[in-house]
């Protein structure tokens, strides 16, 4: 059974906690600025921020433009690994690893250095490879990942957004590079162009912040997804959840672990999907950047949320 979300005024647990951060942030000063090098993307206003939190049963909060639609990017690596690992488990370790890079989601350094393995699934270059997988096996992997998407959000209007993919295709040289270097080690399946249209469009999803934190409720579920039956194992379930924390926020880990004290995956367009295991998850969404690609009022409320709750796992 799908449970279907409730309006937030009938359920009041995290609604107050809610709504004093975003007061909070309303004050803060110095909200970063929005991702230009896809051009789509830098129209959003800064100030916008909306947050959600979806509890277990599908039960959902939220504050400010909590349903506005915003383009998740590199939140959807979280999926496209989920999706991966619960088809080829163990094997996808062979081609990508496991720990932090200290480099910006981006870079291309370590790759040569490291023989076209990349650090991690969430570094761009890791994202590719993941995708390259989920593609080989399904041959469709970003239409995997909008049904995933629909279904665990419950809303089946969910879509690519062709503008962003197309902004960014017409910029992708840095991600060309990192798959064509990667090809050339044999850890790319496919054409790289096919390659690069599926992870564009996979990145260029619209959702809100009440879509992704109920997508994201079934790693708070430790593997189990919103119609009751298993995505991951428990124990996939707990490596994805610790990868997130590692390297979800890329050379900003550190900082976001001490901060926030949850797996984290930010997106280039403001959002972070944040997990706190066997209770519920969230999403917060601002479009304004720090130097690193992470939301600065995102990471922030973030912040506050564990502060003022508690609710983190350490
Ligand atoms: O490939 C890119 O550069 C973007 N589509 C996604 C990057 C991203 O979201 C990094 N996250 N903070």
Not at 1 to 19: D, K, R
Not at 59 to 84: N, R
Not at 135 to 160: C, I, K, M, V, Y
Request: net charge negative; charged share 20%.
């Amino acid at each position: 059974m799908v449970i279907m979300p409730v309006p937030p005024s009938s359920s009041p647990t995290f609604q107050p906690v809610l709504e004093r951060i975003a007061e909070e942030v309303e004050h803060t000063p110095g909200r970063g600025r929005p991702a230009d090098y896809i051009p789509a993307l830098a129209a959003r206003d800064p100030r916008a921020f909306g947050m959600a939190v979806a509890e277990l049963d599908g039960t959902v909060y939220g504050v400010g433009d909590w349903q506005e639609p915003f383009s998740a990017q590199s939140i959807t690596k979280v999926f496209t690994l989920a999706l991966d690992l619960a088809r080829e488990g163990d094997e996808l370790w062979e081609h990508v690893g496991r720990e932090p890079s200290g480099n910006p989601f981006n870079s291309l350094v370590q790759l040569e250095y490291e023989n076209g393995i990349p650090r991690n699934p969430f570094i761009n270059a890791g994202a590719l490879v993941v995708t390259d997988r989920l593609q080989t096996r399904t041959g469709d992997a970003a239409g995997e990942l909008l049904a995933l998407l629909r279904a665990e959000s419950g809303n089946p209007d969910l879509d690519f957004d062709e503008e962003v993919a197309a902004s960014e295709t017409a910029h992708g040289d840095r991600n060309a590079a990192l798959a064509h270097l990667m090809a050339s080690y044999g850890n790319i399946d496919n054409p790289v162009p096919v390659l690069l249209d599926q992870y564009f469009r996979q990145c260029s999803i619209a959702a809100s912040c009440a879509d992704l934190a109920l997508a994201a409720t079934f790693l708070a579920r430790h593997g189990v997804r919103a119609d009751g039956t298993r995505l991951l194992s428990r124990s996939q379930a707990k490596q994805v959840n610790a990868i997130m924390l590692t390297c979800g926020t890329y050379d900003a880990a550190g900082d976001f672990a001490y901060r926030v004290g949850l797996p984290g995956k930010s997106g280039v367009g403001g959002g972070i999907i944040a997990v706190v295991p066997g209770r519920c998850a969230l999403c917060v969404w601002s479009p304004g950047l720090d130097e690193r690609g992470n939301s600065v009022a995102g990471v922030a409320a973030l912040d506050r949320f564990t502060t003022l709750t508690g609710l983190s796992v350490f």
